[in-house]
């Protein structure tokens, strides 16, 4: 009876090592856990930190449109628009697409203030560098509006638009993770889109222009003359060689 009675009890060593085993077993799941989470937190971070994926700065066609009040009185442009209209061209020939349009109010085309305007503003244009085949009259297109007083000078550029900023949804200082917030870089990009000369540059390289002939042909001179001259030493230099000898 007694023997049958420590037979039915439960060994405490055995008991010791499942207690062991199923601790050491948690603690592996833990940390396992913790690692797939590092590797999670990392991978969030590089996704946050690009900028560019983020923030994407979009190369797109945009229209340029201006519009230039009438002085009244049979006078033309309002006084400083003439220099206004030149900026505008010289934008024209940096940046544009296709034609430049000029259009005049509809319904005043033929009268004298609207007809001198329109020889002042293709004055200017001219005189910026723009030829007459760059230049096209008519009405402004249907999505820009516009006074009837006024000539309307519009064309249609590539321009690089940045993205929206001013997102402060997310408390910046309470960021245990140390994550980039949803404002991170984007003023950065947004400039970045201001300041670009030519936006296609942030979609392929521009060409190389032709080099200049005159300065290439002083540097192969200058390389000839240099390498006739390195051959003439070393000429010498052997033959007293083999006099001294």
């Known amino acids: ?21 199923g601790f050491a077993l948690t603690i ?4 396992l856990i913790g690692c797939d989470h590092a590797r999670d937190t990392d991978a969030m971070y590089v996704a946050l930190s690009d900028t560019a994926k983020r923030h994407p700065i ?17 006078g033309g442009l309002e006084p400083g628009a003439y220099f ?15 034609r430049i349009l000029i259009s005049a109010p509809p319904s005043h085309r033929y009268r004298r203030d609207v007809v001198t ?8 244009i001219r005189k910026a560098g723009v030829t007459n085949a760059q230049i096209a009259y008519g009405p402004p297109p249907g999505d820009i ?12 550029r590539v321009a690089a638009l940045g993205p929206s900023c001013g997102d402060w949804s997310e408390d910046a200082t309470h960021n245990r993770e140390m994550l980039p917030y949803a404002n991170f870089g984007c003023a950065t990009q947004h400039n970045l889109a201001a300041m670009v000369a030519h936006p296609t540059d942030l979609i392929y390289p521009a060409e190389e222009t032709p080099r ?24 010498s230099a052997s033959v007293g060689g083999a006099k001294t000898n």
């Open 1 to 21: 009876m007694s023997m049958h009675e420590t037979a039915g009890q439960p060994n405490p060593n055995g008991v010791v090592r499942c207690v062991l085993l």
């Open 28 to 31: 592996l799941c833990a940390g």
């Open 58 to 74: 979009v190369v797109a066609r945009d229209r340029v449109d201006m519009g230039f009040p009438l002085a009244g009185d049979g």
């Open 84 to 98: 206004q209209v030149t900026r505008l061209a010289r934008r024209y020939r940096q940046t544009g697409k296709g």
């Open 117 to 124: 305007a329109l020889n002042d503003v293709r004055s200017a």
């Open 145 to 156: 509006g516009g006074g009837a007083e006024e000539i309307r000078v519009s064309f249609d």
């Open 212 to 235: 200049p002939a005159e300065r290439r042909e002083a540097v192969w001179r200058k390389y000839i003359d240099t390498g006739s001259a390195a051959s003439e030493s070393a000429g």
